[in-house]
């Protein structure tokens, strides 16, 4: 593939070691000499430099550096070098530092058994070096490949830097295998930059990488990490699918336009990264920190279900052997949560202080929170009883409130404990109840405002409880009322709770009407009057005596009935027209007041639960 436009070389490169130096050129060729000469191969006399490679044998070292190659030397050179038994040109050490290779520099299936080196070597045309073996070290730092760069099917045994090298023309690395440390830190690719099927066995850094053209990680694999920090890609739609046995860090990375991320990894970094247009990020077993990441449009997290597809059949995940497929965001600090959108995500352990606009954060599917703790713990709390979905900045607050000691190293959180936060117990780093019961505000805001009422009640439980306990903002008058709250209907949302406390209501009232609230026997009536012989006019006088005490046997059957019947109506705001002692009138006027509320209550439960 030759490059449209080939760069022609200056004059003074095609000097060789001091010959023809001239007031313009007073360096001259910078190539290195051939042993025995007084001048580079470049500029050899034909004669000596048939000699020089009539004594090469395959597998010898090389040293061309500063050497220009033109199509013609260079094929001549491993022409020399080839190897029968294995049917390629094949070196040992070979020194190409500052080389420059005009035309089709080819290297296809060359075998470098030590050390390559080409280290601010320049391509004018095409670099090919399909399905080469660099069985030592490879390095190209600081070169520049002006044509496309051809790397297919290419085998790096040792590390491989491509440090600060610039691609000017396309890049192709389709299924190359790279077993050692590979890095491409502040690259440059001008072209498409191509990784199909690639595969880096030991760490893999593209830090600071400018990406101007398409970008294909199609079906690439790390067995190590993959390092992407302060990368730039300007003009790619998809990114994957990419399996990574260990992390993926694409903190302070830029994605300019829209984009597709594929990524099956255990920890995927999202630090400060920009992404200036929408994306989406389809992820499997991976642990995501998004903090401080700019979200200028709408971007979705979303828990892949299955395996990615890869051409005909589905992603090898072996790598990812004993993992969970799950996804869990870790942090959501410093986002805009308006333009966040999380599907299928664990946030058990995500931390929201600090996200704006976290009341229109959108939760889509089925999005997991950190449950309370399932043992009962000293002092013993009504709250512990039940299970809600709760925030880990409660669970790390009241770890820290309840001197929770830290758990041992690699130690997964025990469902029996509130969890612990990463700087526990320290509480400069804690949030106070005060800034808890803030997020869950607004994340019951969120759950409201898309329809979700039963979902948005742990939240309106979460931030009671906040207020409850916090001793700085909320003042003592509001806090005993929120204890009265929670005491009886767990803030209106236990219908249990508060149909315990009713039916307890009502037992006390039923029990208090036997002992003191009914007379021994109803009042009797006394009637007085005149009748005129012969009849006439007659007038009735009735005087009814005040019920009395009861004195005796004050719990027997009947009395509980008159004492349930007066206690049900109660509870309707209704009279039982019962006679009843002074004592049990008051009793009579508290259970209708107590009753009904707690019964109100109840219903007001059950409301919460259910209303959509």
């Known amino acids: 593939m030759a490059h449209p ?3 022609s070389p200056p004059p003074s490169m095609w000097l060789c070691c001091g010959h023809g130096a001239n007031a313009e050129d007073p360096v001259g060729c910078r190539g290195v000499q051939v042993p025995g000469h007084a001048a580079c191969l470049a500029h050899l006399t034909e004669i000596d430099r048939d000699t020089y490679l009539d004594g090469l044998a395959p597998g010898a070292d090389i040293d061309h550096r500063g050497t220009p190659f033109t199509e013609p ?11 029968p038994t294995i049917g390629r040109p094949h070196c040992g050490a070979a020194s190409f530092q500052e080389a420059q290779f005009y035309g089709t520099a080819s290297f296809r299936e060359a075998q470098f058994s030590g050390a390559a080196s080409f280290h601010r070597a320049k391509f004018f045309g095409d ?13 190209f730092h600081k070169a520049q490949f002006f044509g496309d760069a051809l790397f297919d099917e290419v085998q790096f045994s040792g590390d491989t830097e491509f440090d ?16 050692g440390y590979t890095s491409y830190d502040a690259t440059q690719f001008s072209g498409d930059a191509r990784f199909y099927m690639a595969e880096f066995s030991g760490e893999a850094r593209f830090r600071m990488t400018q990406f101007s053209g398409d970008v294909w990680f199609y079906a690439a694999q790390f067995s190590d990490d993959a390092d992407f920090s302060g990368t730039r890609f300007a003009a790619m739609p998809h990114f994957g699918p990419v399996l990574c046995a260990r992390e993926i860090d694409l903190s302070g990375a830029v994605f300019e336009v829209p984009v597709t991320l594929e990524i099956a990894a255990r920890r995927v970094w999202c630090v400060r990264t920009r992404w200036e247009s929408t994306a989406a990020l389809r992820l499997r077993y991976a642990l995501v920190d998004l903090s401080d990441a700019v979200l200028s449009l709408p971007v979705a997290v979303t828990a892949h279900p299955a395996p990615f597809a890869v051409s005909d059949t589905v992603a090898d995940e072996r790598l990812l052997e004993g993992a969970e497929s799950g996804v869990r965001v870790t942090s959501a600090r410093g986002v805009d949560a308006m333009h966040l959108v999380l599907t299928d995500i664990d946030l058990s352990d995500c931390l929201f202080s600090g996200a704006f606009h976290l009341d229109q954060l959108r939760l889509e599917g089925r999005c997991i929170f950190a449950l309370t703790p399932t043992s009962l ?14 925030l880990a900045e409660e669970h790390h607050w009241r770890a820290r409130n309840a001197d929770q000691p830290d758990p041992a190293p690699y130690e997964d959180p025990s469902p029996r404990h509130w969890r612990v936060g990463p700087h526990h117990p320290d509480p400069d780093f804690t949030p106070d109840p005060e800034d ?10 969120a759950f409201e405002d898309g329809k979700n009422e039963p979902g948005a009640a742990d939240f309106y439980y979460g931030e009671m409880e906040m207020r409850r306990h916090d001793r700085t903002g909320t003042p003592p008058s509001e806090r005993f009322l929120l204890w009265g ?3 009886l209907s767990g803030y209106g949302l236990r219908a249990l709770r508060a149909l315990g406390w009713l039916a307890a209501a009502m037992l006390v009232t039923i029990v208090l009407l036997m002992g003191f609230g009914l007379p021994n026997d109803s009042p009797k009536q006394k009637v007085t009057g005149t009748v005129p012989p012969g009849g006439g006019k007659v007038t009735f006088e009735v005087n009814k005596t005040d019920p009395q005490n009861p004195t005796g046997d004050r719990f027997t059957g009947r009395r509980f009935e008159k004492s349930l019947n007066v206690t049900l109506n109660s509870v309707v705001f209704r009279s039982s027209d019962q006679d009843l002692t ?3 009138t008051y009793i009579e006027m508290a259970s209708r007041v107590a009753e009904p509320v707690l019964l109100g209550l109840a219903v007001l439960a059950v409301r919460n639960r259910v209303k959509r």
Do not use: C, M
Not at 377 to 389: A, E, G, H, M
């Open 377 to 390: 713990q000293r002092p013993i709390r009504l709250s512990r009883w039940t299970r809600r979905r709760t």
């Open 582 to 584: 002074t004592t049990g």
């Open 127 to 139: 670099a090919v070096f399909i399905e080469a073996q660099f069985l030592g070290d490879a390095g």
């Open 485 to 487: 709250y929670w005491l």
């Open 164 to 179: 600060e090298v610039q691609f000017s023309g396309e890049a192709r690395f389709h299924v190359a295998q790279f077993s």
């Open 73 to 83: 030397l260079l094929e001549a050179l491993l022409r020399a070098l080839h190897d």
């Open 436 to 445: 808890v019961a803030a997020l869950y505000r607004q994340l019951r805001k």
């Open 5 to 7: 436009n080939p760069v």
